[in-house]
């Protein structure tokens, strides 16, 4: 019997088009099945040349009959495709833009093109037989129905369509139901048809919990982040929608919920829905795949016309859909104005472009157009998306495809253009994505005539007021204008038009403000943009507990202002209030973020308010400082400077003490480093120079009776190898790089290191040796082997005064340390290994090789480190340096 077949399909240059290079390195880097360390290693002239792997492949490698990974042979893959090397196609390309939906295999154990003879199987081979058929059948995966009549060659009675399928039909590539694609899972878990097991057997009992997919058209991990399961998949997680989220209107992957929110449908006729949506789309996705198939969804609007038939008929959003992708192969139909098949074929047309042969615009859009990067709308402007939006890389990705996946959402502009303001604008306690579908929704009715009656007279607004605009007589007014006042400036840079009914949107925000507040008064607030693991979150939180303990009758409020991340709660002391209301603030642009945290302020009236690097804060001293001022003692903290990677200084001491340090009645810092370089740099008056205070960050930590260098030294007699710790962000200023660097240089010692990036995209994990091991981030510093290691090594490029190491000199840690910002304050050559040079690897060797060699005076200078942080960076003198200063306040 034939075992699942591959279907060979002769290359058409007509009608598939390999996509650009760039995209090329894009498609081939998200994918399973290049591996970058594996390449490497199996390549030892790429892994000396420092060549990047993938950039090698698509250059030479796969011309050379290289393999990308474990999981694909190109060699064997153009000898047992012969269309595909005619075509001169690189082979992985191909394969995941074509092959995996033609159902080519990438592997020559996986062509099962094979004839199995018929033959008796043994008790055991039956026994697990029935125990695959009892399994898929109390499962209620398998439709005997859909079997029976897809297959008319297995007979339909009793339980025979699912003993086929046990026994022959997922050999043969044959679906037990809509809902489950046999050659699909085959395909896309290689491991699984390796492995020659039953797939759907497999996805029941073992592919739902490791985050496995049915079939293209289901996102299970999307799902279980999305649902009530609290983010774990189990073995029922899929049947669990079928029987009971499907009917509720859950969207079975990300690229459909803002379609599914636009529809009118209830229970039943979801289920209708989403296996006809199935079943249509199985076409488009063996002839563009799933990447572009997405793009399809994307470029449908919620007002679409279609045709005239379907207008007529009014349709639901998700009938509509269903009718595009039963009819759109090879009918040109109106889904939008991000699609204008008119548009793309003249497009084509100034190109010299000629259009696939029996496909309609969008067909040969998404087959060969989108890889061409031909814009297929006037409504989308490429030139000025790209100067406009600074963080999209066209190298990368296609400024359009960018657009029409996220951009709309996000709620960038396509053009230069206005928006147009009616109300109400949308609620802050919407979920994002509600706040997205009210983006997503605004452009689509802005460029077409919209069904929803909130936004039907967006059209009629955005023609009449563009035709106003671009009125010679306009123009001339707007001359003259500036003639008289030339505030008014270019109409050109009108970017919101406000019509009838004329409102403040902002009401809406100051609602959601005053409900989030838990008192009407507070006579401290803190303000920061988050809470997360960062030494300034830290600090933030040992400042609330200093002012409780200077008057415990006074009210605190930390108020995180840009990002609702909140992921050290146990740092918030007892009695002290949290509020997130960054979520608010994001509904409104910044100019107004700033007017609503000032008349918060206000309204609250504290004595105080104190920022902690919250951005929004700064933004609103600078502009309403010296109001503020009149009404409130305002205070900043500064830890350091940024570095941009040519070693300019820049952030928030550049940006805005010049700015604010006059208002402020102090401006603090972690080190008098810091004070010292604001005082040279901006040659301060005395006024202002006084006022900027050096606060020594308190440890949190208790102060053992014996130091951790001396117990380490003790444990190190039973240790073989030398152990070496490191922890911090995985960012560019920790520079995490250098660690790998130096324990590449030492490979007789170990190197244990905790953490993950968080600003940055993090360093390649694949150039760390054997003698380094990475952790997650650590809670607690009970979890880290304090008193069996030899060496605590930081290595950060800039810094204040980092709190990792205060609390480390507490425990009496021996450390090697980059000598920069205020960290010789605390390790110099009495109390620790500075390192001057800290971009030097050798530096750092030679430093931790004199540390190593020396256990004695390893415990001497962390003697002294436990001392010199133990006074400095005590809470009783953090608590009597800031009570001193609020003695000092002036009663507002």
Same mark, same amino acid.
């Given at each position: ?104 295999? @990438? ?138 989220? =499907? ?31 199935? =079943? ?116 990368? #990705? ?85 003639? #008289? ?67 415990? $009758? ?39 973020? $700033? ?11 504290? $004595? ?85 205070? @050096? ?73 760390s040796p054997q003698n380094l091991l990475l952790h997650d981030s650590f809670r607690t510093y009970d979890e880290l082997p304090l008193n069996d290691s030899d060496l605590w090594l930081f290595t950060s490029e800039w810094e204040g005064m980092p709190t990792i190491l205060i609390e480390l000199g507490l425990q009496g840690i021996s450390i090697v340390a980059s000598s920069v910002g205020g960290v010789p304050e605390l390790i110099d050559n009495e109390t620790g290994w500075p390192v001057e040079d800290f971009s030097n690897v050798q530096a750092y060797v030679d430093a931790i090789r004199e540390a190593l060699g020396n256990p004695a005076e390893r415990i001497q200078r962390a003697k002294r480190l436990q001392d010199r942080a133990s006074n400095r960076h005590s809470m009783d003198s953090y608590v009597t340096q800031l009570k001193d200063i609020f003695d000092r306040e002036r009663l507002k």
């Open positions: 019997m034939s075992l699942l077949r591959n279907r060979r399909r002769k290359i058409d240059a007509a009608v598939v088009s390999e996509p650009t290079q760039d995209i090329n390195y894009e498609i081939i880097r998200d994918s399973k099945y290049f591996d970058s360390a594996w390449y490497k290693l199996a390549n030892p002239d790429v892994a000396n040349s420092c060549d990047d792997p993938i950039a090698h492949y698509l250059e030479y490698g796969w011309k050379e009959g290289r393999a990308p990974s474990p999981n694909f042979d190109g060699k064997w893959y153009l000898e047992h495709y012969p269309d595909v090397a005619e075509s001169g196609a690189n082979p992985l390309v191909h394969f995941l833009c074509h092959g995996m939906q033609e159902g080519r295999f @990438p592997l020559s154990e996986l062509a099962f093109d094979v004839t199995i003879e018929s033959k008796e199987t043994d008790d055991t081979r039956e026994s697990e037989l029935q125990e695959d058929f009892e399994t898929v059948d109390q499962s209620g995966m398998f439709d005997p129905t859909y079997y029976a009549s897809t297959n008319p060659d297995v007979p339909s009675s009793g339980g025979e369509p699912l003993w086929h399928y046990i026994r022959d039909g997922w050999r043969e590539g044959r679906r037990p139901s809509v809902f489950f694609d046999s050659a699909w899972y085959l395909r896309e878990y290689t491991d699984v048809a390796k492995a020659e097991v039953n797939p759907l057997v497999h996805f029941i009992r073992e592919g739902q919990p490791e985050g496995r997919s049915p079939h293209a058209l289901f996102d299970i991990n999307w799902y279980v982040q999305k649902s009530e399961l609290k983010g774990f998949a189990d073995q029922a997680t899929y049947q669990r929608y079928l029987k009971v989220d =499907l009917a509720k209107g859950v969207p079975p992957i990300p690229e459909l919920a803002h379609i599914y929110s636009c529809s009118t449908k209830q229970g039943d006729a979801f289920i209708d829905f989403y296996a006809q949506f199935v =079943l249509t789309s199985n076409d488009w996705l063996e002839r563009v795949g799933r990447r572009k198939f997405v793009i399809l969804l994307a470029l449908f609007s919620p007002f679409a016309t279609v045709s005239e038939s379907v207008a007529a008929q009014g349709l639901d959003i998700l009938d509509k859909l269903l009718y595009v992708l039963r009819e759109g192969m090879f009918a040109d139909l109106d889904i939008g104005p991000l699609f204008d098949c008119a548009f793309y074929r003249e497009a084509c047309r100034q190109r010299g472009k000629e259009l696939s042969v029996g496909c309609s615009a969008l067909l040969d859009f998404l087959i060969d157009g989108f890889d061409q990067r031909i814009v297929p709308t006037k409504a989308f402007d490429e030139a000025w998306y790209c100067i406009t939006n600074r963080d999209i890389d066209e190298n990368f #990705i296609w400024p359009y495809e960018h657009f029409v996946r996220w951009g709309i959402f996000e709620g960038r502009k396509a053009k230069a253009t206005f928006d147009i303001v009616l109300a109400p604008q949308f609620s802050t306690k919407e979920q994002d994505v509600d706040r997205n579908l009210y983006r997503w929704k605004a452009f689509f009715a802005a460029n077409s005539v919209s069904s929803d009656d909130q936004f039907a007279s967006y059209f009629f607004y955005k023609r009449k007021i563009d035709h106003i605009l671009s009125a010679t007589i306009t123009a001339e007014i707007a001359r003259r204008l500036v003639k #008289i006042e030339p505030a008014i400036g270019d109409i050109a840079d009108i970017k919101e038009v406000l019509v009838p009914p004329l409102f403040d949107y902002r009401e809406t925000a100051r609602k959601a403000l005053r409900e989030r507040i838990g008192a009407k008064h507070y006579e401290t607030i803190i303000c920061v943009p988050w809470i997360r693991t960062g030494g300034a979150d830290l600090v933030s939180c040992q400042l609330s507990e200093a002012i409780l303990k200077i008057a415990r $009758q006074k009210s605190i409020l930390i108020l995180r202002t840009d990002q609702p991340h909140f992921e050290r709660p146990d740092w918030v002391p007892v009695g002290v209030d949290v509020a997130d209301v960054s979520d608010v603030f994001s509904t409104v642009e910044p100019i107004h973020s $700033q007017l609503l945290l000032y008349g918060l302020l206000l309204g609250l009236a504290p $004595q105080r308010v104190i920022n902690v690097n919250s951005r929004l804060c700064w933004d609103t001293f600078v502009r309403f400082g010296a109001r503020l001022n009149n009404a409130i003692n305002l205070y900043s903290y500064l830890f350091c400077w940024d570095r941009t990677p040519t070693g300019a200084l820049v952030g928030y001491p550049s940006e805005y003490f010049p700015e604010t340090a006059h208002l402020l009645a102090a401006t603090f810092t972690d080190t008098v480093y810091l004070r010292e370089q604001l005082r040279e740099i901006y040659n301060l008056p005395d006024t202002v120079a006084s006022k900027v205070v @050096p606060l020594f960050s308190p440890s949190r930590g208790i102060r053992p009776d014996v130091v951790a260098a001396e117990q380490s030294a003790l444990r190190h007699r039973g240790r073989e190898r030398a152990r070496v710790l490191w922890a911090g962000r995985l960012d560019r200023q920790k520079r995490f790089d250098l660690v790998q660097d130096i324990a590449h240089q030492m490979p007789d010692v170990d190197f244990i290191c905790w953490g993950k990036s968080l600003l940055d995209a993090g360093p390649d994990l694949t150039h």
